[in-house]
């Protein structure tokens, strides 16, 4: 069993930055090879944001946080953090911390096993 808690949502300003972080414990963690931040906005799909594999090797972004968001993690992915700059009012939504057993081969892939409960993040005009 793994366990993934999100924490960092909050309120910011448009143009402001946060940083998530994103906690895994559980006895079978070791199998996990890659961890992704994905979003769901209010009346949307939960779409894929981020992704980081064990070695920080494969790393990948989806096309609209790009240059504004960056992911990183310790070797073993025990904590993985993304870090939001520039945000934009479009950003508001909750964000969640996923984990799966195989390496990510390329960005906007959804199919985690284990998820966390989500934090908020909402940007202000």
């Known amino acids: 069993q793994v366990q993934l808690v999100e924490s960092g949502g909050g309120l910011v300003q448009a143009g402001g930055s946060l940083r998530l972080s994103c906690t895994a414990s559980g006895r079978t963690f070791i199998s996990q090879y890659t961890v992704g931040w994905f979003r769901q906005a209010p009346g949307r799909e939960r779409e894929f944001v981020a992704s980081i594999s064990r070695s920080g090797g494969s790393i990948y972004y989806a096309d609209s946080v790009k240059g504004r968001f960056t992911i990183s993690g310790d070797n073993l992915l025990n904590t993985v953090s993304l870090q939001m700059n520039s945000l934009k009012l479009e950003d508001t939504a909750v964000y969640y911390c996923?984990?799966?057993?195989?390496?990510?081969?390329?960005?906007?892939?959804?199919?985690?096993?284990?998820w966390g409960q989500g934090t908020q993040v909402t940007v202000s005009s």
């Open positions: 996923a984990s799966k057993s195989t390496l990510a081969t390329r960005a906007y892939e959804v199919d985690f096993d284990s």
